[in-house]
């Protein structure tokens, strides 16, 4: 570095001091002050949103359901963002119950929930205990006096109806001695700004003349979101997992700034895991790794530690041919024992039974075995080609193959087949021509009635890892985006799965074992 760039460096750097004690000093007097800051995080649709029978791409979770389809998640960040405790008695409020109020015009308040930071994790007696959270008329929601030190934050999560995403969230309330306003930010945890306009001002101007000042050759990258982690990571096992897979580790790139290096290959549930566990928990390349399961992990498997990510809903297939719509679980089982080798003998055309199935290391088998066959497995595989018998002394033809898509495609274009795969895969428009779904003692595959539901053919989506990661790792980072971040759980609901974090889901997978 010559002497030219070394002016410059300290001139940048005296500079940078000024531009940064500056605008402290001008604001003292505003940071004296109690300060609570509110933002909206997210505003998101999650149903169809749009006129009636009109192309819905994202096949949302509320599609079906006529009162939820236009509705819309509010994530609203609570925050202390000056120097001062705000105590309960800080807040003027006539009924001395609550110090904010949360109003959505034009939408209404159909359901809300709190969540908490780990340190702030105290808090959540404030919302579980009398008064809590209440909703006054539709829109309008009360929230408690809830105590809080510089920095400490809450969030609250609103399910919406009526409206549209986007539209205004006014919050309100009355701070003794300080302020209530709204901050703005460019990501959903940076700290918000909490300088005075004049001194905004002031570190505008002196940072315009750092830049001038310090253009050197060195470039110092910007400071990651506190929610990201820098590093190598790979996600593998679910094929029918994939497409969320690959989204969540899109979006946690394009939030992280494309540092994290996240890999996705994946060959099945039973073989992500086996990898995981006979590796040690890292790739040959060293990355750290994330196993998806559709199902818990093999029992011996106890050096692996699970996440609860969602719930998959799975289906049975057949070519369009065999024209039943619904069989029996019992009916079902018969055919995988191999008692029914045509299609006859259900009631349905003279066609010969042909089992396209999945290789033993497939969640979506396993679950087919697990939650429908009643633990018995199926016949051994007879040939190679799904055509061709090579085993002539099995009762049915059936084949294995390696992925979702296979099976949909095989069983699209053979007189006969039946196959299974995730749901959302086979329902589709993009899922091959050819072949239909099958209802199973009447029920049919629906997330939104999934607790009423008896339909038998789903599992709990399980991320493993070897042991649990430290918590400033890539892997943990990751695992808390798809579990408890909102846009990670919008994620899995995009995919026609239901996320373990929300309300609904926390029901289900907790009783889904």
């Known amino acids: 570095m010559g002497w030219l760039e070394i002016t410059f ?33 997210m505003d998101i649709a999650i149903g169809h949103n749009g006129q009636a029978g009109g192309v819905d791409p994202r096949l949302g979770l509320f599609n079906d359901l006529p009162t939820m389809r236009d509705a819309t998640l509010v994530l609203l960040r609570i925050e202390n963002d000056g120097s001062r405790h705000v105590e309960e008695s800080d807040y003027i409020d006539p009924s001395a119950q609550y110090g904010l109020s949360a109003e959505f015009p034009g939408r209404r308040i159909q359901a809300q929930d709190v969540t908490l930071p780990d340190e702030h994790a105290n808090l959540m007696g404030y919302f579980e205990n009398q008064p809590g959270l209440f909703v006054m008329g539709p829109s309008t929601l009360r929230i408690p006096r809830v105590p809080l030190k510089p920095g400490a934050y809450y969030k609250i999560l609103v399910l919406l109806t009526g409206g549209q995403e986007g539209a205004p969230v006014v919050v309100t309330g009355d701070i003794k001695d300080g302020t209530l306003h709204e901050n703005h930010s460019l990501t959903p945890d940076e700290k918000p700004p909490v300088f005075s306009k004049q001194a905004r001002w002031t570190t505008v101007v002196l940072g315009l003349a750092l830049i001038a000042a310090a253009t050197l050759p060195l470039v110092v990258p910007g400071p990651l979101p506190d929610d990201c982690e820098t590093g190598s990571l790979r996600l593998t096992g679910s094929t029918a997992f994939a497409p969320v897979m690959n989204e969540l580790a899109q979006k946690y790139r394009d939030h992280c700034g494309g540092k994290p290096d996240i890999m996705v290959s994946t060959h099945g549930s039973r073989t992500g895991v086996r990898e995981l566990a006979l590796s040690g928990g890292r790739h040959r390349q060293g990355a750290p790794v994330i196993a998806f399961s559709d199902g818990p992990r093999p029992a011996s498997y106890t050096q692996l530690s699970e996440s609860r990510v969602a719930v998959s809903l799975f289906t049975l297939v057949v070519h369009d041919d065999v024209r039943l719509t619904n069989l029996s679980v019992a009916d079902v089982r018969r055919v995988y024992r191999g008692d029914i080798r045509n299609w006859s003998q259900l009631d349905g055309p003279d066609l010969p039974v042909v089992l396209v199935s999945r290789t033993s290391g497939s969640g979506t088998r396993s679950a087919l075995i697990s939650r429908v066959l009643g633990g018995a497995d199926e016949p051994p595989a007879s040939s190679d080609d799904c055509v061709n018998r090579t085993v002539r002394s099995t009762p049915v033809l059936r084949c294995e193959l390696d992925s979702t898509e296979q099976v949909l495609d095989t069983v699209a274009r053979t007189p006969g087949a039946i196959g299974y795969s995730e749901q959302r895969a086979a329902s589709t428009p993009e899922r091959p021509k050819g072949l239909h779904r099958l209802n199973l003692d009447g029920h049919a595959p629906d997330l939104d009635r999934i607790e009423s539901s008896g339909y038998p053919y789903r599992e709990i989506e399980y991320a493993y890892t070897y042991g649990r990661p430290p918590a400033d790792s890539l892997a943990s980072s990751f695992l808390a985006y798809a579990v408890d971040n909102g846009t990670g759980k919008g994620v899995v609901a995009t995919h026609g799965h239901l996320p373990c974090g929300t309300p609904v889901g926390l029901r289900v997978c907790g009783a889904a074992d």
Not at 13 to 24: A, D, E, H, K, Q
């Open 9 to 41: 460096t300290a001139a940048g750097l005296v500079l940078g001091v000024v531009s940064i004690v500056t605008p402290f000093i001008a604001d003292r007097r505003a940071r004296r002050s109690r300060r609570i800051g509110f933002r909206k995080q």
